[in-house]
């Protein structure tokens, strides 16, 4: 099977189970884990930000960070596509009692005027406004990439309030090497950023939270009360932080890819892409094709492809470090075949 359904279903690699099986661990909720450790000031050197903290998933990351950010009552605002407000069951409403203000987008972006009318005022009627939500590369637009100079506009926004921003960069590094900015730039327009090792950067568990000091030891807290406090973890953070140091920069290939993925779906099939392809996603609308969402993916699977529906007649390929050229070839191929 050629596996397009996320670049989370990677498999850590023959190098990556051997850094597993020789890390030089520690109790990690004494501090103790020295590859936690290297792995968590590697992460913070590289983002520019003074600390940084394992998190058993980017949910729990960014769950973790709303939870230091606000209190219960208080208003996050957000685009109304973003993986938080659709995809995290929640659990920002449920356990931190935020209010999400969601807001409509293109591409990931708020409209600059959207988000400051947004902003509340002290009336007593109102919940104060505590964060600013982005996500970098925004998922449902297809992986499309924020600029640098639109997350600026917005970190100059948000401090003219003094509201801090957040931004959810799970596929942050697609953003970067796909725009040709380093995450530091993006980093430098966030209070804080949380980011995946488990999708492109192919290890197998863990996304990281970077802040600065006082920010990060609040966070550790709160992570404690959710059940990531984790011992020996060392053995998990030897793959991210192998990832982090070889992954980064192949992250084009996955790019190259899936503009590759792309072309051939419109040249030879009669759906359209639908959004430009920047990074590692393409979404493909099927209308065109008579057939849904369901039986694109039916067809795909016979052949041997896996795909995710994201609405009833759109889909969603990711390619990721599982994916070889060979593989998209094969694809491209069995579209060309494709009788539809
Ligand atoms: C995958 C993803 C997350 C959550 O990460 P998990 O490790 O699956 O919990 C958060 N935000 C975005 C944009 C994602 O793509």
Request: proline share 4%.
């Amino acid at each position: 099977m050629i596996d397009l359904r996320s670049d989370t279903v990677t498999k850590p690699t023959a190098e990556m189970r051997q850094l597993m099986a020789e890390a030089i661990v520690g109790d990690d909720v004494y501090g103790e884990d020295p590859t936690i450790n290297e792995l968590e000031s590697y992460a913070a050197n590289l983002f520019g930000k003074e600390k940084a903290l394992f998190m058993t998933s980017g949910t729990q990351g960014n769950i973790a960070a709303i939870l230091t950010h606000t209190r219960p009552g208080q208003e996050v605002i957000m685009d109304d596509e973003s993986h938080v407000f659709l995809y995290e069951g929640a659990g920002a409403s449920a356990f931190g009692g935020i209010q999400p203000r969601a807001l409509r987008h293109n591409r990931g972006q708020i409209p600059i005027d959207d988000l400051e009318k947004a902003i509340r005022g002290k009336d007593i009627h109102f919940p104060e406004t505590a964060l600013i939500w982005l996500e970098n590369s925004h998922n449902r637009s297809g992986g499309s990439i924020l600029p640098l100079s639109y997350v600026r506009e917005v970190h100059e926004l948000a401090k003219a309030y003094n509201i801090p921003v957040h931004v959810d960069g799970a596929r942050i590094f697609n953003a970067a090497v796909g725009s040709n900015t380093s995450v530091k730039e993006y980093a430098q327009c966030a209070d804080t950023v949380q980011f995946c090792l488990s999708k492109g950067l192919g290890a197998p568990v863990g996304s990281i939270l970077v802040g600065n000091e006082t920010f990060i030891a609040h966070a550790r807290k709160k992570r404690k009360m959710l059940g990531g406090g984790l011992r020996q973890s060392g053995v998990i953070a030897a793959p991210g932080l192998h990832g982090l140091k070889t992954g980064i920069h192949r992250l084009a290939e996955d790019h190259e890819h899936a503009k590759m993925l792309a072309k051939a779906v419109e040249d030879f099939t009669p759906c359209e892409v639908i959004h430009p392809v920047e990074t590692n996603i393409v979404l493909i609308d099927t209308k065109e094709s008579g057939k849904s969402a369901s039986e694109w993916l039916a067809l795909l699977n016979e052949k041997g492809v896996l795909a995710v529906a994201f609405a009833p007649t759109i889909i969603r390929l990711t390619t990721h470090l599982d994916i070889s050229k060979d593989d998209i070839q094969s694809v491209i191929t069995i579209l060309k075949k494709l009788d539809v």
